[in-house]
């Protein structure tokens, strides 16, 4: 019996982990232990393709016979770069930035083969923040604890209550796991989801 190649995807993320399992792959997941901290004069753009790149090379150095799948996401309000909030104090503040805004969540991906090859791509999503109470904003953030996301604004569970409009190429980039990008960098990097299917 032939044995499939082996994938990891380099996250800790129950949402990731739930889309990833839509393409009906076998797959291990393994949390990346990676310095998030934005260095001096860095963009967005240039921050979530580093960081996923980072994630993605971390966990195949201890996966190196896998193909490897790295993904991080930023905020970008007006050239701010918003992150994980980690404290509801924090969480509050960037949403009441955001009210009325037009918000980039910029998600990028990085696949590492077993070769060592990378293959990196990033997705914009683009989001207009309805404006809300403040009373609103601290509802959300009691019921929901968004403290692990980027504008702490999480669409795949009550923050959709946020958000006036969202477009995108990829439904599923905002999540944090762009699955068209996804499939198009595997087949690219040697790991066709399904067989002869090409980028």
Do not use: W
Not at 94 to 117: D, H, W, Y
Not at 132 to 152: F, H, M, Q, S
């Amino acid at each position: 019996m032939r044995m499939l190649p082996k994938l990891v995807l380099g996250s800790s993320s129950p949402y990731r982990k739930e889309l990833l399992e839509r393409l009906h792959q076998p797959f291990l997941t393994d949390s990346p232990e990676v310095d998030e901290t934005v260095l001096p004069g860095e963009t967005p753009e240039n921050l979530t393709i580093r960081l996923a790149k980072a994630k993605a090379m971390a966990v195949h150095a201890k996966h190196p016979d896998a193909f490897v799948i790295g993904s991080d996401q930023v905020a970008d309000l007006n050239g701010t770069i918003l992150g994980k909030p980690h404290t509801k104090e924090r969480a509050f503040e960037q949403l009441m930035s955001m009210q009325g805004q037009t918000v980039r969540f910029l998600t990028a991906l990085c696949i590492v083969n077993p070769e060592g090859k990378t293959f990196e791509a990033m997705v914009p999503t683009t989001v207009i923040m309805k404006t809300l109470k403040p009373e609103t904003v601290r509802a959300y953030i009691d019921i929901e604890e968004p403290l692990n996301c980027a504008g702490a604004a999480k669409i795949e569970k009550l923050g959709v209550a946020l958000m006036k409009s969202v477009t995108s190429e990829d439904p599923t980039a905002l999540i944090g796991l762009p699955l068209i990008k996804t499939i198009s960098l595997l087949a690219q990097a040697g790991f066709p989801v399904l067989p002869g299917l090409e980028d």
